[in-house]
């Protein structure tokens, strides 16, 4: 079992910036590819950006490429997403998820663990 906890989200304007935190607890960390998927009012839960085991690769939906940034500490238990140049479209619930797979997958499918979530809003 692994436990996910995220936290950071909140109410920004349209250009600022957020940090979003994922805290893992249970299992090794370290045997999990991750990922950030998001679902905004009425509609599906879409893949957002994804990081291997190890951190060295990492992968991203073509609407934040250039945006949001993530990444991983597995000495603290920790998966990061920088979310910059925000837009009122960036509006979501923003989850967590640990995959055993080695490559971040952008489905749901693959990801066995998933975090409660945390919104995001952004004001136009």
């Known amino acids: 079992q692994v436990q996910l906890v995220e936290s950071g989200g909140g109410l920004v304007q349209t250009g600022g910036s957020l940090r979003l935190s994922c805290a893992a607890s249970?299992?090794?960390?370290?045997?999990?590819?991750m990922g950030w998927f998001r679902q905004a009012p009425g509609k599906e839960r879409e893949f957002v950006a994804g990081i291997r085991r190890s951190g060295g690769s990492t992968n991203y939906a073509d609407s934040v490429k250039g945006r949001f940034t993530i990444s991983r500490d597995n000495a603290k238990n920790m998966v990061y997403l920088q979310l910059n140049s925000l837009k009122p479209e960036d509006t979501a619930v923003y989850y967590c998820a640990a995959s055993p797979d080695r490559w971040p997958s952008s489905r749901m499918y693959n990801y066995d663990y998933w975090g409660q979530g945390t919104q995001v809003t952004v004001s136009s």
């Open positions: 249970g299992r090794a960390f370290g045997n999990y590819a």
